[in-house]
């Protein structure tokens, strides 16, 4: 799914990310761990394909309208929590109706059913968080890169995200977190 | 302060009234104004965006240019206006000169810099993320460009409200390309400018009050919508 080798970014004459070899195969979960500014969303970035500006090799056997990338902060767009997440999937030409069901559908998942008709400004972090996750889930992507994801989540909230992330089948994940991760929820780490 | 007075007071005399004259060049004034700025901002919201997200070279000498263009001067725009419109003009054949259509042109031409270079500005300084999670989303670039303008909602109403002020309180173009003829091109302000030039001061300074007015309407209006889109 996506090859990685002698991947380095520079910025300003310095290295800000740099990977020797990494390879992560169709399914798969890995956890990218490392210190504050090891390059952890760089690499992210790089796979999202948001930066050209490296040398080295990074293949990413997707199409990019089958990837998606959560921010470390992610932006939610104006208006409700339910028009941000149907937003994926009307891009992708879902009617509305179809598209609304899909959007309940995770937004029950996560627990947050009931923010669906609040604005987006009015939402805490964590609230954010869910919203910016049940949008990437919501249109099934094949690989999900997602940046520091659980941040700002109580225990029950990182549970809940944790066990759906654990029962996606068919999507590549890729999870970047300064920390280590809850038991089970990635196979491998690769340390920056 | 008489002056000003009596003005308030024939203004109010003349809004009651409904005198066919000012309610034929306050019309005028409305219509051409905003089929003006709205022709502008069909090609200048694009445009401005275009600017804003794209990285080619002259890139920049083109918003200096859209910038430098906001403050075009009106009688200069007539009578480019003039030139193009009249018989042995290019656009001659279209009998232009003296019509309110060739206000409206006129008038797109000053509305386009500024809904360009006001709507410019208001993209460009959208969080960066606003762009890289709508294209991460798989928004094409029209549903992008649509999410664009949103997120820039207020400065983008700014731009509209702000080209709208300018025509509708623009003289040169109007007096020059439309040629203040009773009932068919005078505007609030060419009638504005007749009045006060045959010594009619308080009648001047009515209609002037009423293209405030007619001002204060529209930015309560843009102040109002951009307020309820935000809710």
Known sequence: MITISQLDVHREGNSICSVESLSIPSAGRIGVLGANGSGKTTLLRVMAGLTDEFSGRCQVETDHLQRTFVHQHPFLFRGTVLSNICYGLRCRHRNKRAATDQAMHWLKRLDIEHLANRTTYKLSGGEIRRVALARALAFEPQLLLLDEPLAELDPQATETVCAILCELKNTTLVIASPTPLPEGLVQNDYRL | ?231
């Open chain 2, 1 to 231: 302060m008489q002056l000003l007075w009596d003005g308030l007071t024939d203004a109010m005399r003349l809004l009651l009234s409904g005198e066919p004259l000012v309610v034929s060049a306050a019309w005028r004034s409305l219509w051409i104004t905003s089929l003006a700025v709205a022709l502008a901002a069909v090609v200048g919201l694009p445009v401005g965006a275009w600017l804003a997200r794209t990285s080619m070279p002259g890139n920049r000498l083109l918003v200096l240019m859209f910038r430098a263009g906001m403050a075009l001067p009106t009688v200069f725009v007539g009578m480019v206006c003039y030139a193009m419109f009249s018989r042995r003009g290019p656009l001659g054949p279209f009998e232009l000169l003296y019509t309110p259509w060739g206000i409206v042109l006129g008038e797109l031409l000053l509305a386009f810099p500024i809904i360009v270079g006001l709507s410019h500005g208001a993209i460009k300084s959208l969080d960066p993320r606003v762009a890289e999670t709508a294209w991460t989303l798989g928004a094409g670039p029209i549903r992008r460009w649509k999410t664009y303008i949103s997120e820039a909602r207020v400065g983008v109403l700014l731009a509209l409200l702000t080209a709208f002020a300018r025509c509708v309180t623009e003289l040169g173009i109007a007096m020059i390309v439309g040629g203040n003829i009773k009932h068919r091109t005078r505007t609030l302000a060419t009638a504005t400018a007749f009045e006060t030039s045959r010594g009619e001061f308080a009648r001047g300074i009515a209609l002037g009050i009423l293209l405030l007015l007619i001002a204060l309407i529209v930015a309560g209006l843009i102040g109002w919508l951009s307020h309820e889109e935000k809710r």
